[in-house]
Structures are given as C-alpha cells and as structure tokens.
C-alpha cells in the first residue's frame, strides 16, 4: 500500500486533462508504461533481496558506481522530488479553482502555489507525526473520487466519445504518443519507495520485492481504468481545458452536488500529499548529509528534529520554481513540471540497472537472469528519454551538469567513502 498510493498520489487527479490534449490513444502507452514499471520491479525488487540498503537507489549508485555517482543520484532525486512538489502544487490549485475560479489565471494560480507550499512547510515545522497525520487522513479522502469515477462513470461512459478522440493531435500515431509516454510514467513514480524503506521492513529480502509488484499492478489498473473512462464522460478538447477533472467528469454523471465532494476530497489528497512529499524531500537531504553526499546544512536539525535551514532553501528553491515554470494553463504548466521530474527519476533507475550488472560480477550465479532485465530497463529508460524531445532532454542534461561543480564543495569524506567501498552499517 505505501508503493501503491505513492504512485496514486496527486497526479491522477490532473493526469487526465495533460492527456487528453494526446487522446484516448494514450491507452496504449499506458500497457507500454506498465511493462517498463514492472521490470524496474523487478530490479528494484533483486537488489533488495541481494542488499537491503537503505535508501534504495541512491545507495546502489554509491556502492556500484562509486562516491560521484552516488552524490549525483542524490541530487537528483532531490531536484525531481521539489519539482514534483511543485506539480503537486499546481495540482491543489487547479481543484481550489473550482470554488475560487480566479485562481485558474497564470499569476493567480502561481501565488496560491507558493502560498500553499510554504503552508505545508510551516506544517512541516510542526514534525513528522503531524505530517503523517494529515496525510493518512487525506488517503481516506483521495478514495472519493477514484471510487465514484471507477464506480458511478462505466454507466454514464459514452464509447463514441472515447473513440472521437482516439487522436487529437493530427500527428501519426508514432509521433503522438511517444511524448506522453514521459507524462504517463509519472503515474509510476514511487516505484523506488519500497526499495528506500528498506531499512524498516521486515524481511525486506522477500517483501521489498513482493510489495514493489503488487502495487504497480494495482496502480496501473486504478490510473488505467480512471483516465480511460473520464476520456468517454467528456470531449477531448473541454477535458484538456479543464483544472479538476474528476470534478468535472463526476459532474456530468451525477450532478453539481457530487462535483463539489469530489473536488473538496481531490483538494485534500492533493494537500496531503504535499505536505508528505516535501517531508520526504527534506529527509532526502538530511540523509545526503548525513552520509557525506550534500551540505552538513542540510542535516542540521532543530530540537524538534527538523532541519530547518533544509526545509527554507527547499521552501525557496520551489516558489523560485513556481514562477519559473509559469504557463498559460495550470494543466500545461503541470505537464512539463512533471515531465522533467520524471526524466530525472529515469535516471536514477538506469543506475539501478548498472547496480545489477555490478553485483552479478561479484555473485553471477544469484543473477543468472537478471542481467538481461537490467538490459531490457536500461533500453526502456533511455527510449522514454530519448522521445521526449530536445527540451526536455536539455533541462535534464542541465540538471546533470549543475551536479558537476558541486560535487568537491558537498563531498563529506568518510562516511561517503565507507559506503562506496560496501562497508555499510
């Protein structure tokens, strides 16, 4: 359930307005995205049952790749978490825009970003316990509107609308969907979570794996089944337009009253869900730092064991983000938020895939097969990489190269090297 409804966070409750711009043809990426996750299940699930470290990724790419590599993945992941944050973000927004329309305007919906991102930091300040709280509460109310759509929209689905917009974009079809392939993947973000929190399952050799493939397939099914029947409650072109979706399919099923709960229950989650992810981009850094991999800044903490100067360069670094990536609408400005995001996770999870080659050097026999999986994860990163278009891949390699410069100034020396050269604790 933590894999599952970390991948079924915010993005489900937007995902289905950046699609529609592509059409209902994006069912078929949607089989070709849950292939991919599920061997990078595989891999995740393999070495966890070989090394169970904590920090998943991050921690393979130290061990395999070396103390560079392992500070790159961190950065990494840290850059893709407060951009997604940010996307989150402009999530809540799009469904507050339902009771405050005004709030759907470009600079409008940028301040109501940063406002709500530097409340859920103040929550933050609050600790973890509060955090987890509301977010647990938010679960319950993120169920709303998936149930009702899932449940109450198959008999209100319309097929000549689903097939009306096949595809919308006037492109051949080999030109359309390989780009949304990158905002589809999104809805698999998470597949690493299970891996990070290794140190705290039990048995992690065999549940880290079990856990990994039961919730992409559970994730796969409520994001497939949900955006394809939202696809046959309304027309492609009001969809791509719309800032909540789910409130708006629902609307047409049941009425005005039904669009309200959902979009109150949608809002929640969204908040929720930020208010979890910028504590899990705050722990990200405290753990680079205290591992030798980023700024000792970033580990200190106060007595409520928060590390505040972390959590103001993060609160900081996002509202820079929110006007950096400003767009005419909300579900524009969410989609390439989240396409670089998710181009950056790609990365991490090709240096997963290396991380298998590594140890089936040292223990062939125990990865007979798994090297070929490896192979076949690394040819998927790279081709959603490859396809996602010179833009995107010129922010990731920007991302890449900015790691460069700082790796002398954040290297913290022995901790580092003790995990590079395998001896963990």
Known sequence: ????????????????????????????????????????????????????????????????????????????????????????????????????????????AAGGAIGLIWLLGAV???????????????????????????????????????????????????????????????????????????????????????????GVIIAALIYVVSCSIILGLMPAGELARSTAPFADAIRIAFGPWAAALVGVMALAKVIGSLGGWILLTLETGAAGAEQGLFPRMFGRRNRAGIPVANLLVVEVVMSVGVVATISPTLGRQFGDLISVSVMLSLLLYIYACLAIWHYAAEAPGQFAHDRTYAFVGILFCLAILLLSGTQLLGWTAAVVFITFPFYPLCRGGKRLNSLASGQHD
């Not at 933590?2 to 078929?28: D, E, H, K, Q």
């Not at 990426?29 to 990724?57: C, K």
Request: proline share 7%.
């Open 124 to 214: 933050n300040i609050w600790g973890p316990r509060r955090v987890c709280q509301l977010e647990s509460a938010a679960f319950f109310c993120g169920l709303v509107p998936i149930v009702m759509v899932i449940g109450g929209g198959l008999f209100y689905f319309h097929p000549a609308l689903f097939a009306a917009a096949w595809n919308v974009t006037g492109q051949p079809a080999y030109r359309a969907l390989p780009p949304s392939l990158v905002l589809m993947f999104w809805a698999f973000a998470g597949i690493e979570s299970a891996s990070i929190a290794t140190a705290v399952v039990r048995d992690p050799e065999r549940n880290v794996a079990r856990a990994t493939y039961y």
């Open 1 to 108: 359930m933590l894999v599952a409804s970390n991948m079924v966070g915010s993005g489900i409750f937007l995902l289905p307005a950046t699609l529609a711009a592509v059409g209902s043809i994006t069912t078929l990426g949607w089989i070709f995205a849950t292939a991919g996750a599920l061997v990078m299940a595989r891999i995740f699930g393999r070495l966890a049952r070989h090394a169970p470290l904590a920090g998943g990724p991050i921690s393979y790419a130290t061990v395999a790749l070396g103390p560079f590599m392992g500070f790159q993945a961190t950065a990494i992941y840290w850059f893709s978490l407060w951009m997604g944050n940010i996307a989150i973000a402009i999530a809540a927004i799009g469904y507050l825009a339902e009771f405050f329309p005004r709030l759907a305007g470009p600079s409008a």
